[in-house]
T-cell receptor, first 115, second 119 residues
Framework: AQTVTQSQPEMSVQEAETVTLSCTYDTSENNYYLFWYKQPPSRQMILVIRQEAYKQQNATENRFSVNFQKAAKSFSLKISDSQLGDTAMYFCAFMKQTGANNLFFGTGTRLTVIP | GAVVSQHPSWVICKSGTSVKIECRSLDFQATTMFWYRQFPKQSLMLMATSNEGSKATYEQGVEKDKFLINHASLTLSTLTVTSAHPEDSSFYIC???????????????FGPGTRLLVL
């Protein structure tokens, strides 16, 4: 079974500063995908960034980047130049590459950007 | 990115009635859609996997006779909460897997959710 752990229920960061959200996972799969989703107060789930396990290079999307450590089963999200609109719940998620393709979610981290 | 819609966005119903929620992929085909339930301040809990043209696969503890799922086309899946009770009040979210993506494009797209309140 797959499990995803987010050990930081809440975090805050000053506007324009950098923050890192932690995520670890457990799986026996070798090929899989990892995601960070953002859920603002509207509750719409928005894909922030994705990583393929077979890629060693860390994914980046503008101000968002990940530190993917496959051996350690760690997948942290770094948000640079934090903006007020980044305030949201952030969920780390895992998906197997084959078979059932549902997402396994962590419990989420509530991020507040302070002006 | 791909767009997934849900209808209705919110619904209030009386206890004992049935409620149907639609999930549509607007600009891509989705052979597989997923239904999640989310309680306040909690994570998403997978309820079932909806497969086009076949029966849905339900997660352990989810009553298939209470939460009826139909996936009749590549762009539409419906979730019907039958004989709803107050404990069924929740936020229901669907997601759709882009059928033609695959490989490095593998991604799920989420609908905006449906708030259900059963009185």
């Amino acid at each position: 079974a797959q499990t995803v752990t987010q050990s930081q229920p809440e975090m805050s960061v000053q506007e324009a500063e950098t923050v890192t959200l932690s995520c670890t996972y457990d799986t026996s799969e070798n090929n899989y995908y990892l995601f960070w989703y953002k859920q603002p107060p509207s509750r719409q789930m928005i894909l922030v960034i994705r990583q393929e396990a077979y890629k060693q290079q860390n994914a980046t999307e503008n101000r968002f980047s990940v530190n993917f450590q496959k051996a350690a089963k760690s997948f942290s999200l770094k948000i640079s130049d934090s903006q007020l609109g980044d305030t949201a719940m952030y969920f780390c998620a895992f998906m197997k590459q084959t078979g059932a393709n549902n997402l396994f979610f962590g419990t989420g981290t509530r991020l507040t950007v302070i002006p | 990115g791909a767009v997934v819609s849900q209808h209705p966005s919110w619904v209030i119903c009386k206890s004992g009635t049935s409620v149907k929620i639609e999930c549509r992929s607007l600009d891509f085909q989705a052979t597989t859609m997923f239904w999640y339930r989310q309680f306040p301040k909690q994570s998403l809990m997978l309820m079932a996997t909806s497969n086009e043209g076949s029966k849905a696969t339900y997660e352990q503890g989810v009553e298939k006779d209470k939460f009826l799922i139909n996936h009749a086309s590549l762009t539409l899946s419906t979730l019907t909460v039958t004989s709803a009770h107050p404990e069924d009040s929740s936020f229901y979210i669907c997601s759709a897997r882009d059928f033609l993506a695959g490989g490095y494009q593998e991604t799920q797209y989420f609908g905006p959710g449906t708030r259900l309140l059963v009185l």
